[in-house]
Every structure is written in C-alpha cells, then in structure tokens.
C-alpha cells in the first residue's frame, strides 16, 4: 500500500458523515449486530454443522426461491462458488474451454486460479468494456464447456446488456448445449435495470452465483443456484475445495440479514446512483455507463489521479465526509477514474 493509499484510509475511517452509506463499523459492533440478528430470527438454539441445517440451509432455502432455482449451496468465497460451478459443468460436457469477457473477475482478479486448479481453457467472448451477445458467442467455434456472462460487467464501469441481448445469448446458448452460468456477484443490483422478477432473470440460466457481502452487505458468503444434480456436485466440490467449514453461522445470518433489510432497498439505491451521476455530469464530470445500470458506475475527469487523490484526502480530513475510492490513472493518458457504489438514499 502507498502512503497516499494509506493516508485515504485513515481519512475515510475518520470520517464521521457517509452519504453513499459505506460507513466502516468495527468488529465488536459488527458480531453483536449479527448476535441480534440471530436472536430475532430464530436461531437461539438451532445451528449449522459442516454446511447443514440451521442458518445455513433456511438461507439456501431462500436464495433458491428468490430467483426461483430448485436449489442453492453457500461457499464462502464467489471465487470458490464460481470455479466449482465451472468445474461441475465442464466435467459434464468433456471440455475445459470456458467462454468469457476478459475483464471478468476469473481472469483479472483470481492470480491465474481458474487456470492453475482446474485446467479451464478460456476462449474470450468479449474484448474491453463490451458485454457479451449472441453474436459474440456465435464467433467462438467448437465445444465449450461453459459460458459464463458477469451481471454487471463491473469492471466495465458495472455494464449490463439489455434485456433482448440477453434473452438472445441464453437461447444461443441452449441451442449450441452449452451451459450458460451467470456471474451475479451484484445480480441483486441490477434486477431494476430489467424491471423483472428475479426468477424470471435468473430462468435465463442454468446455474448462477450471488454475493452476499457486496450489496447485501453480510461479513462475507456467497451461493449458486441451479438444478438439484448440479448442486450435490457443488457441495462435494465445496468439500474438496476446503470450503465446507464446521460453521458456516457467520455468513448464513449475515445473508439472511441483507436478504431482509438492503434487498428491498436495491431500487432506491439505483435511482440514487443516476441522481448522483445527473449532478456530476452537470459539474463537467463524465460518468459511465451514462445514466448508470445499477448503483454502481465511473466517474471520469482529466487530470493526475495522484493529484486529485491528494486533494481528496485533503476534502475528506477537513470535512469528516466520505467518498467511495481513490483516483486512479483512466485508459486514456491525462485523465482519471473512480468507482462509485451507491448504497444510501442521496437526494
């Protein structure tokens, strides 16, 4: 970490205002909240063993019903639920070449994982900040074992395709016989860009990944829904993996917990996105995607990242008000970027 890293750090952990609602709360605070939780849930005696029961299986048990799946595993990690969905589904079809964009967080953010453990080929279905189509999909030949699409693309500035181009991957998918998995670390995020049920979204795919510690806001966790046959793979990938843990309480309450309070609010938080992307785009800043998909976009401006980083810090240590992350260099030389995640109502 750079010292003007750590310098951002510390003036965000002071800071004492947090418009955009990420505000840093401590351990003590954080396993009483979920001590509570688990209490007005109903869980004051009943636990979870090794992945089963209790906490554990009522939230499993829920995230299949929500996006209408006959069944979901908890992981404690999405790069362990996603590399396992991966797995199961190219052990089934006989090939390890896995169809994807090249900025999907398997390839930028997993130290060459996907490679190194499971031996997946991957053939690129898109290039930079374009999401994946039909079309693209139609331009790889021979078998694939997988393809997976990332709802947002988040490192597209959390890009979404929309609807028609996505009804239309799904059906190139399934007349190709290739399984198509969904990355939906922040799928909760984008249910009000299609203004769709979840189940309906989720029926587009046949097994798809959800976070739990991104919008929801739980201390960690995520899960894969799909069929029942697929799912009793995962729990033994899950096992082999060294991700079924004596207790699991932590993660299950915690999801349980934003499943109630922080989903019903996704909505609130999107239009809250766009209102705060409509007045920096007013001040001369550029966002991206313009209006934003989710609550979640770029914000670009020319200048020096280190500079205007220093600045902000600055603004922060006066003010005790929050921002979301550091400036960093953009693509295009002379200017910078930041992301933005909003989880607040901002007026």
Known sequence: MSELEDRFRQAYRACTTFPLGHAPESPVASLRRLAAAADQLGFDDEVDSYGERGPVERLEREVAQLLGKPDAVLFVSGVMAQQAALRA??????????????????LVHEEDGPRRVHGFEMELLTVGREVPTASHLDRIPGRLGAVLVELPLRDAGCLLPTWEEL??????????????????????????????????????????????????????????????????????????????????????????VGLRDALPLMGEYVASARRLAG??????????????HTNTFLVHVEGDAETLTARLVDRMQEDRVSAS?????????????????????VS
């Open 89 to 106: 589904w190219c052990d089934r079809t006989g090939s390890r070449r896995v169809a994807l964009p090249d900025l999907s967080h398997l």
């Open 167 to 256: 009804v239309a991957l799904s059906d190139a998918a399934r007349r190709r016989g290739v399984p198509l998995h969904v990355d939906g670390a922040r799928l909760w995020e984008s249910q009000p860009f299609y203004d769709r049920p979840l189940p309906e979204i989720a029926g587009l795919v046949d097994s798809i990944y959800v976070s739990l510690y991104k919008g929801l806001a739980a201390p960690s966790g995520a899960l894969v829904a799909g069929p029942e046959d697929l799912t009793a793979e995962l729990r033994v990938w899950r096992r082999r993996l060294g991700g079924t843990l004596y207790r699991m309480t932590t993660q299950a309450v915690g999801g349980l």
């Open 279 to 292: 007045a920096l785009e007013a001040r001369g800043l550029r966002c991206t995607p313009s209006p934003p």
């Open 325 to 345: 992350w550091p400036w960093r260099p953009a693509d295009v030389p002379g200017w910078a970027v930041t992301e933005v995640a909003v989880a607040a109502a």
